[in-house]
């Protein structure tokens, strides 16, 4: 079955460190979003890529990094210059043309 | 891109309707209305999508206001599993800069 793989579920790092988190689809989709959410609130877009090769800084790319070398994979690096990195974070795609996104099921990310 | 206002949260007994409100006054003539949901702890899930007529799918219906500056998704009969916060976003349809944001949304509480 075709979806988008977040991996792992939930991530532990010590303060400082760079910590990568990935995202897959198997979807042929063209865009390729993350997002944060903490408690409570909405969802926050970090970076987008709409092709390979190709991405666009969101409303919170501060402390974040993101490659697109490969249509199915969209990894985000997690700087030590982000200063509140624990959060859950979210990968997205959609299919250009198309009106919905899928989303996979999340990283909770904590920092310690 | 238009903002949205939703309630923070609603009850909803099991087996009713839930309506689920969303006032979008400065939606502009191309941008369409969205509904997702997200179950505590998983990522968004599309539920529905409409311009300016009423639209129907097997999950809800979506009712548009003539003047397109508000709106209503409607669960049928709902069930303890539609429980979940229920995002209301209005965006162009596509483009290269397509991107969607989330705000807090509404908490639906279905009750046994």
């Known amino acids: 079955d075709g979806g988008i793989t977040q991996s792992p579920k939930y991530l532990f790092r010590k303060e400082g460190q760079n910590v990568t988190l990935s995202c897959e689809q198997n979807l042929n989709h063209d865009a390729m979003y993350w997002y944060r959410q903490d408690p409570g609130q909405g969802l926050r877009l970090i970076y987008y890529s709409q092709i390979v090769n190709d991405f666009q800084k969101g409303d919170i790319a501060e402390g974040y990094s993101v490659s697109r070398e490969k249509k199915e994979s969209f990894p985000l690096t997690v700087t030590s210059a982000q200063k509140n990195p624990t959060a859950f974070y979210l990968c997205?795609?959609?299919?250009?043309?198309?009106?919905?996104?899928?989303f996979g099921s999340g990283t909770r990310l904590t920092v310690v | 891109d238009a903002k949205t206002t939703q309630p923070p949260s609603m009850d909803c007994a099991e087996g009713r309707a839930a309506n689920l409100p969303c006032n979008h006054s400065?939606?502009?003539?191309?941008?369409?209305v969205y509904w997702y949901r997200q179950i505590h702890s998983q990522g968004p899930q599309y539920i529905i999508h409409g311009l300016k007529n009423n639209e129907t799918n097997e999950m809800a219906s979506l009712i548009i206001t003539e003047d397109r500056k508000s709106s209503t998704l409607i669960l049928p009969h709902a069930t303890l599993r539609d429980t979940a916060v229920y995002y209301c976003?209005?965006?162009?349809?596509?483009?290269?800069?397509?991107?969607?944001?989330f705000g807090k949304g509404t908490l639906l509480t279905v009750n046994p």
């Open positions: 976003i209005v965006n162009v349809s596509g483009g290269s800069n397509y991107k969607l944001t």
């Open positions: 997205a795609s959609r299919t250009g043309g198309s009106y919905g996104y899928t």
């Open positions: 400065t939606i502009s003539g191309n941008e369409y």
